[in-house]
């Protein structure tokens, strides 16, 4: 069981991190991109891939929060912090 948990936390604090850059490149190369320049070509796949990344995250911490026993304000600190640039950065400081 334990390793278990062990396997759901690296999952959770790898696809945090890749989820982090991916909102980054969205908001900070794909949509200036498009309103600054014109070239909405990136939004789709930036969009897309960040889409996939964030419903991995939150499948991650709900067995985060059901088998690994995270606290009920730690994982919705951790939802919170999914929706502000940056803030995956310092999830693991919750773990």
Do not use: D
Request: glycine residues 6%.
């Amino acid at each position: 069981m334990e390793s278990s948990n062990q396997t759901i936390i690296k999952w959770f604090l790898l696809i945090r991190k890749i989820e982090g850059y991916s909102y980054l490149i969205l908001l900070g190369i794909a949509m200036p991109l498009k309103y600054a320049f014109n070239k909405p070509v990136f939004i789709r796949p930036c969009g897309t891939l960040h889409g996939v990344l964030f419903v991995a995250f939150m499948m991650l911490l709900g067995l985060m929060f059901y088998k690994v026993k995270l606290s009920f304000k730690n994982s919705a600190l951790a939802f919170l912090l999914s929706l502000v640039p940056f803030g995956t950065f310092f999830l693991k400081r919750l773990v």
